[in-house]
């Protein structure tokens, strides 16, 4: 654990301050960070502004002088356009600097990055989290990191400042593959809660009394926590969109049949995740899921 006082000596650039990144770089803040902001629509900006941060105007206004470089973007081309793009992280980070990505994306893509960043002396972290909004809002992120062991140790206080739990996994990538599996289990037990909610729901048993229930047994699990109430409700402002949800469920399907294995429930979960989008659902959260099973099951 560090101190608010000798944290202020380390300044952090962070880029992305959408659902997530916003409260993680307030939160980066709250600890005593010097924390500098970038987004691309500036309400972001300000809205950091108001909580303590200073405002960039570009990624090399971020990032010169960074001690450590954070991104929260959406996808892997946007990770590659901001990190090894003209203008990007990679131009303007002084070498030593650690550049620690904690979207989501691919883990090919999170190698190929950290090579990138080793050619100009800056040291890559892949650390994506788990956890949703909330988490995010309450600094109790799992975050799984790839990357060296010394580079881990020596980002610990700013990791520790935004997650609960943080854990190195391997070197660079496997935080990401870790991701990967973190999704394939989350988009199954969204959708076997959906199953289990229309199942109830259909021989009219009380399905908040069920719930609860069923969260003291075996079944127990922090989706059920967190979403189940929502989802009775058919409430589905994201949280996690269902957009980034099925960017993962890609990355789920092509890391399985890069290593020769076989994914069938992923699979199916996959597809159904496909058809929330097309039918242009894709801004909801992803536990719409349950409009899916309502729709399959003839109860809309
Ligand atoms: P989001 O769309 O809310 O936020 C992304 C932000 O990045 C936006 O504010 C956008 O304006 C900004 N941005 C995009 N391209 C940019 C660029 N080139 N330069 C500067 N800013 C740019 O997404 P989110 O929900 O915060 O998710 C971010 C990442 O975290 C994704 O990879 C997602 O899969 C992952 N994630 C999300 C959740 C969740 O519950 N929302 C949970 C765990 C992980």
């Known amino acids: 654990m560090t ?5 202020s000596g380390t300044s952090v650039g962070f880029i992305g301050l959408g659902i997530m990144g916003a409260p993680m770089a307030a939160n980066l803040v709250k600890k005593g960070f010097a924390v500098t902001g970038y987004n691309r629509s500036k309400p972001a900006v300000d809205r950091l502004v108001e909580r303590g941060g200073r405002a960039a105007q570009s990624i090399a206004d971020t990032v010169t002088g960074a001690d450590v470089v954070i991104t929260m973007l959406p996808d892997s081309p946007d990770v590659e356009a901001v990190a090894l793009g003209p203008g990007g992280v990679f131009e303007y980070a002084p070498a030593g600097c650690v550049y620690i990505d904690m979207s989501t994306i691919r883990p090919d893509v999170a190698r190929a990055v950290a090579e990138g960043g080793a ?6 972290l892949d650390a994506p989290v788990s ?42 990538g496997t935080g990401q593959l870790v991701k990967a599996a973190n999704q394939l ?18 021989h009219e048993v009380d399905a908040t009394a069920a719930l609860q229930v069923i969260g003291g047994g075996l079944a127990a699990n922090r989706v059920l926590d967190r979403k189940s109430a929502s989802m009775l409700a058919r409430q ?15 990355i789920v399907l092509d890391t399985a049949r890069a290593a020769g294995v076989v994914l069938p429930v992923g699979a199916v979960v996959a597809q159904l995740m496909a058809a929330l989008k097309a039918q242009g659902s894709g801004n909801l959260d992803h536990s719409a899921l349950l409009t899916v099973v309502d729709q399959l099951s003839g109860r809309t």
């Open 236 to 250: 589905f402002k994201p949280g996690f969109r269902v957009d980034l949800h099925h960017k993962d469920l890609g």
């Open 185 to 202: 289990m989350v988009a199954g037990i969204i959708e076997l809660l959906s199953e289990a909610i229309v199942l109830l729901e259909a």
């Open 119 to 124: 050619v100009r002396g800056v040291r890559c």
């Open 3 to 7: 101190s608010a006082a000798s944290n």
């Open 131 to 172: 956890g949703g909004e909330a988490g995010a809002i309450e600094a109790a992120l799992s975050i799984m990191v790839g990357g060296s062991g010394q580079d881990f140790a020596d980002s610990r206080a700013v990791l520790d400042a935004m997650g609960s739990t943080v854990v190195h996994v391997g070197g660079n």
